[in-house]
């Protein structure tokens, strides 16, 4: 034990543990922390949800206090004090007390450096208005529920997507105020690989969250004293009475840096395994510092409590003489976004393909617990793992209940460097009411352990675009029923239960790709054609796991004719809508607890017993079964009288209104569709096409759009996009129009002043621009498709295409073409 007289710069997680360890390890020692501030230890975790007001008193976020930390510790802690300087030969630090305004000198025999990260505020015009806010701190937090409590904004615009930003979002609506999500990348929750965030986004917009991805801030403007104006990169003009801006951090180095420290690539202070600077009396830990990632042994910055505290604890240890190494971060996270769980750990796929690794992947969809213990509800699992020797990589999970302990096993799994095969052998706790007797967990290693021994292939959603029908047949061995709720295009239907029966009436020589629901069903049929000589792969994840991610992710323009401004009273949150008592239903179903299909099963089987006008009362604990009971009543014109979420129970009350004498199989035989076929990049004629197309689906249709040739310059992103072309293919884009705003006229050119005209003329009476009448179709649903053989001969990438698109050939032209009773060729 030695007696060291050690300073620590900054408290709250890494700061203060190392201190309190280091007074465990030895009651001589004199031990200093200096906090800028006046709160040396508080959970940054809990701080939106104190301007949530779910946690109504302030003081518990305060996990110590200096007067308590100081009676429990005897610590010298001196708040409202800055650092301003290091001398490393001395052994000296500079420190400014700002109660007092004065500067003294204090020395030290070991340093720890806990400074922690800033907010990042990147230099947008406007960027310092006064109701644009940061979160951090406790100030911040004061700052920001004190302007909600005063001013009652009506709408709050949250910039980033990232784990604070969208419990901001959460805590915002909680408080009554709507909320818009405006992120720069293509998805939210940047550690989530795109297709899992899919499942994020449209929980957001579910929770009536306005959202707006792939497109950034471009400038701030005050309009007036209750309104801000946000022009964003597209143009797109947002009202809002406050910003919340979450878009990161960035690692507090100054005080390194002015010292000589050395920094690593990422800005962080570079410290070794004992976490020890380049100078060996100096340490750092936290947020400032860069360590090496557990999976693929780079540096990377990971600010969480948890490796702050770890690293505290090590310090402390190292500086009293007993050696110890902090082996690096794999990021374990979670987050509550309303109802959802979002939890990650190690690396998601973009990371491991920024430094070469290869990779395998699974997805798999089961319940939180056993299906017939009430309650059990669906969660989507991905795991990646290494192709040689099946070594967990990653995992993401996006669920309800029981996401916690799972994303725990997995994170304790990688840190053991345990392989799918272990996860298959993992004992596991079961109980009806918290598992199966085949875990999540288990049933992850068993899919992933198929693929590594070629018990099946499987394929991805971004694959189906890819394919060649004249190669590859869809097999859909689904229900009927499930059918109603949504298929693949130009599939091949033979459930799984006549599969055996009807095999003959599959073409051979063809590859196969099946698909059910989930995923598992799928990987039975596979294995039953397999052994009949086919070739065969799965959709890993099934159908749902498609939707989820082909839908549009985004929804723009929710809140465009919001009378933004601030009230005299603070909004409720608003009342929930209840089934209206009155209403008496003929029969009563209890469908909690089943996942998908399950509850459109019991629905239709209910159905079935009733009589024409007669009400069907359900109860449902499926997320999903909100919107597909809305798409089985459609397709079976059938009626939602009501339909309401209360907590996790979603009831619905459906009004029979066929005929019992019409067989339900032939309602909406006769396609319904409209197809358009874009061949032309001229301005006049695209408005057009997207006029019919917006009226079209105003009147019920179904409408898909190909774009071939010149009419892909239609779908181009405004701002040039950086992907690796050839010569021919660069010459291609520099002369062709990018984007909406570079198209011309067909007619009456004039040198560029009849475009100016009739772009002038539409605004004068109100005709929505070619780039709004897109948005609108998009958002209401119109099918974009690009050619993929035309983007190839253009040298047109997928990256320079507008949001919401999707690639496709000849064969999705002609499937939608056989769904419509209208094609028209533009």
């Not at 007696?3 to 004199?30: F, M, P, Y």
């Not at 969480?304 to 007993?322: D, E, F, S």
């Not at 393909?353 to 509800?377: F, W």
């Not at 066929?658 to 990049?681: C, D, H, Q, R, Y």
């Amino acid at each position: 034990m030695s007696s060291n007289k050690t300073i620590i710069i900054g408290g709250v997680a890494g700061g203060a543990s190392c201190a309190v360890r280091l007074r465990r390890i030895d009651e001589k020692a004199e031990i200093i922390m200096i906090e800028r501030g006046e709160h040396i230890s508080f959970a940054n975790c809990g701080l939106p949800y104190y301007i949530g007001e779910i946690i109504k008193d302030e003081s518990k976020l305060l996990v110590e206090t200096p007067e308590k930390m100081h009676a429990s510790f005897n610590i010298d802690i001196r708040t409202k004090s800055e650092a301003l300087k290091i001398n490393r030969e001395a052994k000296t630090i500079e420190i400014h007390d700002l109660s007092n305004n004065n500067i003294y000198t204090e020395s030290y025999d070991k340093l720890v450096l806990s400074p922690g990260a800033t907010p990042v505020r990147p230099p947008i015009p406007g960027i310092n208005l006064s109701k644009i806010f940061t979160l951090r701190n406790i100030p911040d937090t004061e700052a920001i529920k004190n302007y909600i409590d005063e001013n009652h904004p009506s709408h709050a615009l949250v910039v980033g997507g990232g784990f604070i930003g969208l419990e901001m979002a959460e805590n915002l609506v909680q408080r009554g105020i709507k909320v818009t999500v405006n992120e720069l990348a293509n998805q939210v929750m940047r550690p989530l690989d795109y297709e899992m965030a899919a499942y994020v986004h449209q929980h957001l917009k579910s929770q009536d969250i306005e959202l707006y991805l792939n497109d950034g801030v471009k400038s701030f403007e005050e309009e007036d004293k209750d309104i801000i104006i946000v022009t964003l990169n597209s143009g797109t003009k947002i009202r809002t009475n406050m910003v919340i801006f979450g878009i990161g951090v960035k690692p507090e180095n100054k005080l390194a840096k002015e010292a000589n420290l050395t920094l690593g690539e990422r800005g962080g202070i570079k410290v070794n395994k004992r976490l020890e600077t380049n100078d060996p009396n100096i340490y750092a830990i936290g947020d400032a510092i860069e360590v090496e990632d557990f999976i693929n042994k780079n540096s990377t910055l990971i600010p969480l409590a948890g490796p702050a505290n770890k690293q505290g604890r090590i310090v402390a240890n190292n500086i009293n003489g007993n050696i110890e190494e902090f082996h690096g971060t794999q990021g374990t996270s979670i987050a509550k976004i309303f109802d959802l769980t979002i939890a990650t750990t190690g690396n998601n796929e973009k990371t491991l393909n920024r430094y070469g690794i290869s990779y395998l992947k699974s997805y798999t969809q089961n319940s939180s617990h056993a299906g017939y213990y009430p309650g059990a509800i669906p969660m989507s699992m991905k795991i990646i793992f290494a192709p040689d020797n099946g070594k967990i990589l990653g995992a993401q999970i996006v669920g309800y209940d029981g996401v916690d302990k799972r994303i725990d096993v997995l994170a304790t799994a990688i840190r053991a460097n345990m392989t799918v095969y272990d996860l298959e052998q993992l004992e596991l706790a079961y109980a009806p009411p918290y598992s199966s007797a085949k875990d999540p967990v288990n049933i992850a290693g068993f899919v992933a352990s198929n693929i590594l021994k070629g018990d099946m292939e499987v394929v991805f959603w971004d694959d189906i675009a890819k394919i060649d029908p004249k190669k590859t047949i869809l097999l859909d061995i689904r229900t009927e029923l499930e059918m109603k709720l949504g298929k693949l295009p130009n599939s091949l239907h033979i459930p799984l239960d006549n599969l055996r029966d009807r095999i003959n009436e599959i073409p051979v020589g063809k590859e196969l790709i099946v698909y059910c629901q989930a995923g598992q069903r799928g990987y039975y049929a596979a294995r039953i054609l397999m052994q009949h000589g086919f070739k065969v792969k799965n959709l890993s994840g099934g159908y749902k796991a498609y939707k989820i991610v082909t839908e549009k992710q985004s929804n723009e323009g929710v809140f465009a004719d919001l009378g933004i401004k601030t009230d005299d009273v603070i909004h409720a949150v608003p009342t929930k809508e209840y089934i209206d008592d009155d209403i008496q239903a003929a029969i009563e179903v209890d469908a909690c607890g089943l996942a998908c299909p399950g509850p459109i099963m019991k629905v239709a089987e209910g159905m079935d017993s009733l009589n024409a006008g007669e009400i069907l009362k359900i109860t449902a604990t499926d997320p999903g079964f909100f919107s597909d009971v809305k798409v089985w009543a459609k397709s079976t014109n059938n009626t939602i009288m009501n339909i309401v979420k209360e907590n996790r129970e979603i009831v619905a009350l459906i009004k029979k209104d066929i005929p019992e004498k019409t067989p339900m199989a032939n309602i909406g035989s006769l396609p319904t569709g409209k197809n358009l076929i874009v061949f032309s990049g001229d301005l006049d004629k695209a408005i057009a096409a997207f006029i019919i197309a917006n009226g079209s689906v105003a009147m019920g249709s179904e409408v898909s759009i190909f774009f071939t040739f010149w009419g892909l310059n239609i779908l181009r992103k405004p701002k040039k996009v950086k992907v690796k072309k050839n010569f021919i293919e660069r010459m291609f884009g520099k002369m062709m129009p990018r984007g909406t705003e570079k198209l011309e006229i067909s007619q009456m050119k004039m040198l560029g002043m009849g475009t100016k005209m009739i772009k002038g003329i539409m605004k004068k009476h109100n005709i929505s621009s070619l780039h709004d009448l897109i948005q609108s179709a998009l958002k209401n649903g119109v099918k974009l498709v690009a050619c993929q053989m035309t983007m190839d001969l253009m040298g047109i990438k997928e990256e320079e295409l507008i949001e919401g698109v999707s690639l496709g050939g000849v064969a999705t032209m002609l499937g939608a073409a056989e769904e419509a009773n209208m094609s028209l060729f533009i």
